[in-house]
């Protein structure tokens, strides 16, 4: 094995054990005063930067996680909304009469029944959108994914429009034609 400088130094002649025992003294002092100061070794500058590093790291995994947790959530509302349009989806077959809406400032048309189309008028039915389709739903139902996602529910009447008694009265003497459309 190989010996220490200083002890190498001490046998060939070259330095005395008290310039071996003062030097020690001096390095170690040198060490002491250097951490007082606030002087750090490179050792202790890398470690502090290392923990920087892993603090920021980490906060970028919190973010990410939230994000995910956000796209996840996002996903479930969606697949809530799909489920509650696709189970209570009302058959628009045979419908013949023309209801006509504004979608992205655009006038769509779709063909319901006369039973529908009254209760469209009314608020008793609501029109969601599903992919590229337009699906006709009870109100309740259109309340409910309205709550979770908006933008699904492409028009819904408002119950409250309807006549009192008194304001149907006031109509009365007037004769509106049975062929008259909207």
Do not use: C
Request: hydrophobic share 35%; charged share 35%; no cysteine.
């Amino acid at each position: 094995m190989s010996k220490s400088l200083r002890d190498q130094l001490m046998k060939a002649g070259l330095a005395t054990k008290q310039q071996a025992l003062q030097a020690k003294t001096s390095n170690k002092k040198k060490k002491q005063q250097a951490v007082r100061s606030g002087d750090m070794t490179d050792q202790e500058k890398r470690r502090i930067e290392l923990e920087k590093e892993r603090q920021a790291q980490a906060e970028k995994d919190r973010e990410l996680n939230r994000q995910l947790e956000d796209e996840r959530q996002r996903k479930a509302l969606d697949a809530q909304v799909r489920q509650l349009i696709e189970t209570n989806v009302l058959s628009r077959n045979g419908g013949e009469a023309e209801y006509k809406f504004v979608y992205e400032n655009k006038i769509k048309k779709i063909y319901v029944t006369d039973e529908q189309l009254t209760k469209l008028e009314r608020g008793l039915l609501a029109l969601a959108i599903l992919g590229d389709d337009f699906l006709v739903i009870p109100a309740p139902v259109a309340s409910k994914i309205a709550e979770r996602k908006p933008e699904a529910i492409v028009m819904q009447n408002d119950k409250s429009g309807d006549l009192t008694e008194e304001e149907e009265d006031w109509y009365a003497d007037y004769q509106i034609p049975d062929d008259l459309m909207w």
